[in-house]
Structure formats: C-alpha cells, structure tokens
C-alpha cells in the first residue's frame, strides 16, 4: 500500500469550496427516514447540551465538539470510497438551513460554499453526481420535485430532505439557527483519510461502516475483492459485472445476494463445520453463515486469491454461480420437466438444496452440463429426504447440516461419470427400504407435509405411465379455493369399529396409517367426513378423486388398458375393495412401498 494519510478536519474545511466526485465503487444514496433521524438527534441533541440562551455566537468557540467518523478518499478526483451517506445527507441538512435562514430573512456567509462553489463562471454542486442535479437544485431553491421516474437515490434524497423538514426539533428556534450553523460548520469533525491510489482507498474502505447504515457482508466482499483488482479499467468493469448480479439477485428477495454467497463459498470451499458436542467452535461452514466478508480475507490462499488475476477470476466466477443459482431458485418456484426434481425438494422446504446444486458444478461447465448435474443431485436429495422421513428422521436444517456438508464436500466441482458414481454410493448407504419402514409411518405433525408429497408423487407417477398428464402441481398447491387435503380412508368414528380394533389408540393407528390415506379435494374431503366406507368408494371412483383414490374401486380397472399394462409390467399388487379394514391397509401399505420403490430409485445414478 502507498502513502495513507489522515487528519482531522470539521466540516467547513471539508465542504468548502471542494468538489468531490462519488465513484463507481460507492453505492447508490440509500439513507432512510431512520438514519437521518437518529443523524438529527446526535447532532442537535449535542449542540443543545452546549447552547446557553445568553451565549453569544462567539461562545460557540468553547462548545465540544462531535466525531462523525471517518471519510475515505482517493487522490484522483476526490473521488469518496467511503462516507458519501453521510456527506450527502450533511448536504441536505446544510440546504435546510439555508432555507430556512432565508424564510426569516437570515444568511449565514458560508453556508453556500459549503453546498455548491463555482468554477470558471459555472456554479456546481460540491458533491457531484449529474444525474442527482435537478433534484439538487429544486431543493436548494426550496421547490417542490416530481421524483416519479427517477432513481433510487434520487427518491432517497428528496424524501430524506423533506424528512428533515419533519424531524428537525423545534427547541432549535429562530434565534439559535446561527449558533447551530457556526457549531455544525466548525465543531463537527472527521477523520479525513486520502489515499494515493483508488486501489489503496479501498483497502481501507472495507475495514470501515457508514455511520448509521452499516455495509452489508456483500458489500465488503466487493469492496475487499476490487481493492486487489490493480488495474483501474479490470476494476470497473468487475465492478459492474457484481453489482449486475447483485440486483439480479436482490430482485425478490431483498437479502439474495447473501443468501447466495454463503451457499456458493460452503459449496464451493468451506472445509470444515462445527462439531456437534458442546463447547464445540464454529469453523468454515458456520463463519461463513455470519460475516462471510472476513472469512473470504481470512482464507484468501484457501480460496486461490493469490494475485490480482485470481480476484478478477473470482468475480467472474460470483458472476457464474449467481447464474447458477438464479436457475435454481426458479426451478423451485416453477415447475419445469427438465428440472423437476429441484422444484419436488421445494415443495417440502428443503433450504439446503442450493447449497448442495452448487456443489458439483465447474465454471467452465456449458449449461447442459450443468443442468445435468443439477438434476443428478437433485435427484439425490429427493431420494434422502423420503429415506429419512418414512423412519421419523428429521430433514430440518439444524438436524442435516452437518451430513449435507458432508455430502456436498464428496461431491465438489466432480465431472458427470464422477458425480453419478458417488451420488450412487450415498444413495446405497441412505438404504433406502420402503417395504420396512412403511408399516410404521403414519400421520402426524411431523409427517402431513411429507406423506401428502409422497401420495402426490405416486399418483403423479401413476398418471404419467398410464398416458395422463402428471397433476402433482394440483396436488401440492394450496393457493387454490380447493386445495387438495389428505383422506382418512377410514371415518373417525371409533364406535363403528369396535369388533376390529382393540381400543382407540389401535384404532388411531391404524386409521393414520400411510395406507389409509389418499388425496381428495378439500370440498369432497369436507363432504365424506362421516361416511361409511361403501358412500366414500362410490364417490372415489366417480372422477372425484384420482387414479390413486380410483383404484379402490372396481370401475378402474375396465375400459383402461395402459391402467392395467401398468400394472402388470410393474408387478404390482393393485386390487379393488369391497370393504376396508386392518388387512386392506396392510395391503394397501405394501402397494404403496412397490410404487415407491419405482418412484424413487437409484438407476439415474448408473444409467
């Protein structure tokens, strides 16, 4: 690092006829209402604990004086790398003075100098952004400004100035504003840090916070990233290729960006996660939950950041991921046939997924390839998330963590050949066994989620081997007036049932058994709650309910050969029923693990 020099200076040495310029590195003006608030109060609330009603202005020389932190600026251009949130909303308030001097026929001599100062005959604002001028000048002249098509920060501007308007304390009165202009312009300091090289004051950018809006853990990672990007041209075109990405990613989700980051770098290059004893201390995985930023400083030779190319590279690579992720992140909210299996894991709140989608993927893969593997890992997750829930195992976040960082470690940045080869060794060690753990599942709160996706899987699966579009979507959306609600095969209604089980809790088990149960839509669910069996049937196979509620009736087996080659391909044990009762359930169960096996298996994973 170069020459760094710092020095303290009030706001008048400051602001006084010098220009500035906001660079590209900076952010947009976004202070909101709160900022400024709690910007007002320190200030005023600091002068008012010096002001005496019978100071002269000349006393305001003894008043204390107040820190505003430090401003960090580059030789060249005085350009600000950091402090232009508070330079610009120190602006705005130096204009409500200004103001309101002049509404009482006051003027304090160097107020305007310190707002815009002038060159070569042309008068300009201090701190210069051109497409801020308009606004500028309509509050400096106290107009009012039509920001409905205008940028963030310009909105954020004019809404900040007339928040001021609001906020401003009225025990400041008309007789003390010179004393407040003097006290501001004079006893508020900063640390003025200049740096010789716009890559120098950015080294230093990202060890400091705006006063009031603290940057976020994305925002340091740039600004840590472009200050080891030595050439200015590389820099500003990284630049703008992250914050593309950041407002891609921030679309519909205002923490996006972090929320990818931390799925990128633990897919990508945490190494180690806490223990799960206690006393245990957070490593790669958990840090990079919390201030990513440092983590990335701290492990740069983990990461490869050895030279200024390696950090170009890097952002070209954020750039690629965050492609990456966006696809996944649509794939979850809207079904797509070349990526189902990503949106099935999201119907059940799988938050790793991400993560775990991230992981086999290379940034040199073309997208075929990497939609490929996207879908071989998701496949997999498919598969471990009903492994785990038919034996009452938790898919919860803090529960899986650990063995999914696990997984995605064994499965990292892997070519095709490799990746089905160990996703097929963690599906062989799942062993996954429906024909075991069926019997045992049954429905509870732990398990409606997942037993409604399983009943919506198979019936779907069913549909779509026997020529009929899959409605899995239907089935799992409950956004509709209708919804589809799980079935009790069996009424509520112990008393009629006493000859067949022995007390109410054999009855509740067996009635909540996973082959008791189907899908039906809420009205229809809602109409059958205290039918008998034969009432519910008929309206089972009356086009009421699917080929799945069907098949318990004679009706679904006439007239529908793809129905019946199905089965016989597939050797399953279909069959109709009269009556329902132990023995149909456990036939119904052993059905059910046969369809479950088709559904989820292993051969992709070979193929």
């Known amino acids: 690092m170069k020459k760094i020099e710092g020095s303290p200076k009030n706001l008048k040495q400051l602001l006084q006829n010098t220009k500035y310029s906001i660079h590209y590195y900076q952010r947009e003006y976004m202070w909101q209402r709160k900022h400024i608030e709690e910007l007002i109060d320190d200030l005023t609330s600091e002068f008012l604990d010096n002001y005496k009603p019978e100071d002269s202005r000349q006393a305001v020389a003894d008043y204390g004086a107040y820190f505003m932190g430090s401003i960090v600026l580059a030789g060249r251009e005085n350009a600000i790398i950091d402090g232009q949130q508070r330079f610009s909303s120190l602006t705005l308030l130096l204009m409500y003075l200004n103001n309101r001097l002049k509404s009482i026929g006051q003027s304090y001599n160097m107020i305007e100098t310190m707002i815009f100062s002038e060159s070569f005959g042309t008068k300009s604002f201090n701190i210069n952004v051109d497409d801020r001028q308009e606004c500028m000048e309509a509050i400096f002249n106290d107009v009012d400004y039509d920001i409905t098509n205008c940028g963030e920060s310009v909105k954020n501007l004019y ?140 492990e740069r030779d983990k990461l490869g950041l050895n030279t200024t190319d390696d950090f170009e590279l890097f952002i070209k690579k954020f750039a690629k991921f965050a492609e990456v992720y966006q696809k996944i992140k649509e794939a979850e909210m809207v079904f797509a046939e070349e990526t189902r299996y990503v949106y099935y894991n999201a119907q059940v709140n799988f938050t790793l997924q991400p993560q775990l989608l991230l992981a086999p993927v290379c940034y040199e893969d073309s997208w075929p390839v990497i939609i490929e593997k996207i879908n071989l890992t998701a496949r997999f997750i498919d598969v471990l998330i009903v492994s785990r829930v038919i ?39 799942l062993d996954f066994n429906p024909e075991t753990a069926l019997p045992e599942l049954g429905l509870n709160t732990f398990t409606k989620k997942y037993i409604k996706n399983i009943l919506a899987r198979v019936t779907g699966f069913i549909e779509e081997n026997t020529g009929v579009a899959s409605n899995y979507c239907n089935y799992m959306n409950i956004q509709t007036k209708n919804p589809f609600e799980i079935e009790h095969i069996i009424t509520n209604h112990y008393e009629w049932f006493t000859d067949e089980y022995v007390d109410q809790e054999d009855f509740k088990r067996w009635r909540n058994s996973v082959g008791a149960l189907l899908l039906l839509h809420k009205s229809i669910n809602a109409s059958l709650n205290d039918a008998k069996y034969s009432y519910k049937l008929a309206k089972y196979c009356s086009n009421e309910g699917n080929i799945y509620t069907e098949s318990l009736g004679q009706l679904a087996y006439q007239n529908n050969p793809k129905f019946k080659k199905f089965i016989v391909d597939n050797e399953l044990k279909f069959k109709s029923y009269d009556q329902f009762g132990k023995k149909e359930i456990s036939e119904r169960v052993e059905l059910l693990s046969q369809l479950m096996k088709l559904v989820w298996n292993g051969d992709m994973f070979i193929q």
């Open 391 to 429: 034996n009452y195992r938790s898919v919860d976040y803090s529960t899986i963590k650990n063995f999914v960082f696990n997984v995605t470690k064994d499965i990292r940045m892997v070519d095709i050949p490799t990746l089905k080869a160990k996703l097929q060794q963690q599906y062989m060690n």
């Open 159 to 298: 809404g900040r100035y007339c928040d001021i308007e609001h906020i401003f304390p009225e025990d400041i009165t008309d007789d003390m504003l010179l004393h407040f202009c003097d006290w501001l312009a004079e006893k508020v300091f900063f640390i003025e840090i200049v740096a010789t090289t716009e890559q120098d004051a950015h080294k230093v950018f990202v060890t400091m916070n705006d006063r009031g809006l603290s940057l976020t853990s994305t925002e340091m990672l740039k600004g840590y990233i472009l200050s080891e990007i030595k050439n200015d041209s590389v820099r500003e075109k990284m630049n703008d290729l992250w914050k593309d990405k950041v407002l891609a990613l921030k679309k519909d989700d205002d923490k996006g960006d972090e929320t990818f980051i931390k799925a990128w770098l633990r897919a990508h290059y945490a190494e180690t996660i806490r223990e799960t004893k206690a006393g245990s201390v957070n490593k790669d995985f958990d840090l990079i939950g919390g201030s990513f930023h440092k983590w990335v400083r701290d």
